[in-house]
């Protein structure tokens, strides 16, 4: 089992930068992979970023490649969302996910067992 908490979700301006932290606990956080992923008000959850267990590959979507950042530091059981240059459309509840093993990194929900309860980024312009 992986219980996963995320936390920095807060109200932003438009061209600020935010950290999302997601603290684990349960199974060794060194082996599983991690995700991010977002939903906004009436549309499906989205996936945002993801990273290997070491963190030496990542993945981003297209919509924020280039302005976020997924980090994790395995001694502290904590991944990371550094969000910079945020844009309304960036607004959703940002949930992050364990990966089932060590390998990706995953783009797709259904490779994730456990997921946060999602904390709130809102952007305005």
């Known amino acids: 089992q992986v219980q996963l908490v995320e936390s920095g979700g807060r109200l932003m301006r438009a061209g600020g930068s935010l950290r999302l932290s997601c603290a684990a606990s349960?199974?060794?956080?060194?082996?599983?992979?991690m995700g991010w992923f977002r939903q906004a008000p009436g549309k499906e959850r989205e996936f945002v970023a993801a990273t290997t267990c070491g963190g030496g590959r990542t993945s981003y979507s297209d919509s924020v490649k280039g302005r976020f950042t997924i980090s994790r530091d395995n001694s502290k059981n904590t991944a990371y969302l550094q969000m910079n240059s945020l844009k309304p459309e960036d607004t959703a509840v940002y949930y992050c996910?364990?990966?089932?093993?060590?390998?990706?990194?995953?783009?797709?929900?259904?490779?994730?067992?456990?997921w946060g309860q999602g904390t709130q980024v809102t952007v305005s312009s």
């Open positions: 996910a364990a990966g089932r093993t060590c390998a990706g990194p995953y783009q797709d929900g259904n490779d994730y067992d456990y």
């Open positions: 349960g199974r060794t956080f060194s082996s599983y992979a």
